[in-house]
């Protein structure tokens, strides 16, 4: 089930991302699909990435404090 | 004006516009052209540079006054540190493309610390250098403007997540597919081809399945791209976070094959066995060569005597598994003159690409001071039914002196080859073996191994074909 959440959820951003005005060039071609398939779900992954980083410092938090704990 | 009558183009550097390779008096040099300006001296200046190759994780350069092959664009040229031996990655085991898929990675990262970014995501960017993987393309850096999407997303999963999920979930064989698609691996293909359970493994599901799917559904449409549309900074690192944590996540244990207990399994006594060892070795004393190329090298035991003495060594075995088990022990032992891969001797790696030439046959990329072939020829000569004067000729054009040991019909090996099949092999004997490579190499010595049938020879090529 959560998986199905996922692909709902990067479809509905993907059809957030569907008008556009402008053009950019670069050596690679990034694929359109590609380009357009990045920013749906590199939106979703930062969303997660942040929530990582600040899980991440939590943990760190409380096991500094335990190794202080320890130490002392 | 234009002097490139004076120089060597590299083949397979001709896409990128900011600058190519080329050789000149037998030294590899990059010239990079004007447009690159900008970025090449932000990368010097920024501390970038120095990050990465103070860790061994870009290949190090000087630059050098010497006159451009190409003048008109011309902004500097710089001589890299040179790869003794270049492979590419469908010579590669699971582990050393891992490795790669994680260093460009690491490398994508440490860039964005210092204001750039990795404007591609090649798998040919990568070399094997010192006994790690290592990034060999100064021009790849690119100054990161806040709100653009990787370029080299794409790239990336082409190149390296599709073959590595393939590799783990499929067959580790499916490596074999960079020899047909240049440009890494079809999402499409990829998808079609992952069991179905990679769908509820998130990483594969998006950068794979729905990216393939997000592929096709644009594919029919002309739409240009947008740069209106932003991606944040953290939009970034979070999508650099998921492709590491997805290739670190795929997975592979070599099973057993039939190499895999081969140094048990043979008719050598262990006194044979460490006689054949001191053989080569003073074999290998006596030639002092610089590169050795072991054929049929299993898991490297005899390649370790070469590699051992800090010689340029490559170790090619035909199983993934031995390639992989001999791969990680390099890694863990911290060796840095062996590198194993892979290669089939009965059709080693052709040239690819563009004319043929942007990837380079094995041929091309020799001859090796020294091969070894090691209980080889009766695979080579029975179970392929290559004749003999064939494997000399071509170990006539791969290597300037040759260890070779020449196994008989007696042997319990050949005999177990030839226990399922005709003998056809009336030619193949000790008399018509010497006859055979004696058309291409003066026999320098021969020694009978002790408490075996076999024979251990030394043999140095020809200068003229006969």
Same mark, same amino acid.
């Not at chain 2, 690159?36 to 006054?65: C, F, P, W």
């Not at chain 2, 079809?186 to 998130?202: E, I, K, Q």
């Not at chain 2, 044979?272 to 053989?279: M, S």
């Given at each position: ?15 957030? !991302? ?35 980083? !600040? ?6 938090? !409380? ?10 | ?466």
């Amino acid at each position: 089930m959560k998986q199905i959440r996922y692909i709902i959820h990067v479809l509905t951003v993907l059809v957030l !991302f569907l008008t556009w005005s402008e053009t950019s060039y670069a050596y690679l071609d990034p694929g359109s699909g590609s380009y357009f398939f990045q920013l749906a779900i590199a939106s979703l992954l930062g969303g997660l990435y942040i929530i990582k980083v !600040f899980w991440n410092k939590i943990k760190s938090f !409380f096991s500094n404090i335990f190794a202080k704990g320890k130490n002392e | 004006m234009n002097n490139l009558h004076d120089y060597q183009l590299i083949p397979g550097s001709f896409r990128d516009p900011d600058g190519f390779l080329y050789w000149a008096d037998g030294v590899l040099y990059r010239q990079i052209n004007g447009g690159y300006q900008a970025n090449y001296d932000y990368l010097m200046s920024s501390g970038l540079y120095e990050n990465l190759t103070k860790d061994g994780l870009l290949i190090r350069h000087e630059e050098v006054d010497i006159e451009p092959a190409r003048p008109d664009t011309y902004y500097r040229i710089i001589k890299p540190e040179p790869v003794p031996f270049i492979s590419y990655p469908y010579e590669w085991c699971f582990s050393q493309l891992k490795d790669a898929a994680l260093l460009s990675l690491n490398i994508l990262k440490r860039a964005l610390d210092f204001g750039m970014v990795l404007k591609d995501g090649s798998v040919y960017n990568i070399q094997f250098f010192r006994g790690k993987p290592i990034f060999i393309d100064t021009l790849s850096f690119e100054k990161y403007r806040e709100g653009e999407p990787w370029i080299a997303y794409k790239q990336f999963c082409q190149h390296f997540l599709a073959p590595l999920a393939l590799m783990s979930y499929n067959d580790t064989r499916l490596n074999q597919l960079f020899r047909i698609y240049i440009d890494g691996f079809p999402l499409d293909l990829a998808s079609s081809l992952l069991p179905g359970r990679t769908r509820f493994t998130f990483s594969l599901l998006s950068h794979i399945h729905l990216h393939a799917g997000s592929q096709k559904h644009y594919a029919a449409q002309a739409s240009s791209l947008p740069n209106n549309r932003k991606m944040p900074r953290l939009s970034l690192l979070g999508l650099v976070d998921n492709l590491e944590s997805a290739v670190n996540n795929l997975k592979w244990r070599p099973p057993n094959t039939e190499w895999a207990d081969y140094y048990t399994d043979t008719n050598y006594s262990q006194e044979a066995f460490e006689h054949k060892k001191r053989a080569v070795a003073q074999f290998i004393d006596r030639i002092k060569p610089k590169s050795v190329w072991d054929f049929g090298a299993n898991t490297g035991v005899f390649s370790r005597i070469a590699s051992n003495r800090e010689i340029d060594t490559i170790a090619f075995d035909i199983d993934p598994a031995a390639v992989e088990t001999n791969y990680l022990d390099t890694i863990a032992k911290k060796e840095t003159s062996l590198l194993p891969l892979l290669l089939d001797v009965t059709n080693p790696s052709p040239g690819i690409g563009w004319e043929n030439k942007e990837r380079i046959s094995l041929l091309e990329r020799g001859p090796a001071d020294l091969a070894l072939a090691l209980a080889l020829i009766h695979h080579l000569a029975i179970s392929n039914n290559v004749p003999v004067p064939k494997i000399a000729e071509f170990f006539f054009k791969i290597c300037k002196v040759l260890i070779i040991e020449f196994v008989p019909k007696t042997d319990s090996q050949v005999t177990r080859l030839l226990a399922t099949r005709k003998d056809i092999f009336d030619s193949y004997t000790q008399s018509s073996f010497e006859a055979g490579f004696g058309e291409f190499f003066a026999i320098q010595s021969a020694v009978k191994i002790t408490g075996s049938e076999r024979v251990l020879y030394l043999m140095e090529r020809k200068n003229q074909q006969q």
